[in-house]
C-alpha cells in the first residue's frame, strides 16, 4: 500500500465516521473518539475531513485534538502507562518511580518502547492523592507505588 492508498483509505473511513456522527450535539469529540478507536489515533489526514464535513476550520479540529492529552496524532503502544507527576504524587517519592519507570522502559515522557509494547504518558492528577504516588495501566489506577507494587506493572506493561 503506498502512502497516497493509505491516506485515501483513512479518509474514506473518517468520512464514514463523520456521518455516522453528524447528527449529535457536538459532534467533534465523539468523532475524534471514534477515530482513535478505529486507528489507535486521528491521523492528520483525517483533519481536514472532519473540518470539511463539520464546517470547522482545520485549526478548530487540530486545537481540540491538541488540547486534549488522550487524542494522539501516532498510535500508541500496546499498552498506556500514566505516571502521575502532580504536587501530592511528587511530595510522597513521584519524581523517584518516574525516574524508575523511564529507566526500566529506555523510554522518556510521550515515546513508546521500540517494541511498541509500552507508551509512557504524565498525567497531573489520577484522583488518588491520598494514596500517592501512582500511576494508571491501561485504565487500572494502582497507587501506594514504591519498587515492590512498582515490578508487577512494569511486568504487565511489557508483555
Given amino acids: 500500500m503506498t502512502a497516497q492508498s493509505g491516506a485515501a483509505d483513512i479518509a474514506v473511513r473518517a468520512i464514514a465516521i463523520v456521518d455516522d456522527n453528524a447528527a449529535l450535539e457536538g459532534p467533534l469529540l465523539p468523532i475524534l473518539h471514534d477515530l482513535q478507536e478505529e486507528f489507535g489515533c486521528v491521523p492528520e489526514e483525517a483533519v481536514p475531513v472532519i473540518a470539511n464535513r463539520l464546517n470547522l476550520s482545520r485549526a478548530e479540529v487540530h486545537g481540540v485534538v491538541s488540547f486534549y492529552p488522550d487524542f494522539h496524532h501516532t498510535p500508541s503502544g500496546r499498552h498506556v ?59 487500572e489506577v494502582t497507587g501506594r507505588l514504591d519498587e515492590t507494587r512498582l515490578a508487577p506493572l512494569l511486568d504487565e506493561a511489557q508483555r
Avoid at 518516574?98 to 515522557?109: F, K, T
Fill in 81 to 139: 502507562l500514566k505516571v502521575c507527576r502532580a504536587e501530592a504524587c511528587q511530595s510522597m517519592g513521584g519524581e523517584k518511580i518516574a525516574d524508575r519507570v523511564r529507566s526500566a522502559l529506555g523510554i522518556d515522557w510521550h515515546e513508546t518502547t521500540p517494541d511498541g509494547a509500552v507508551t509512557l504518558e504524565p498525567v497531573y492528577c489520577l484522583g488518588l492523592c491520598s494514596c500517592a504516588p501512582a500511576a494508571m495501566l491501561d485504565g
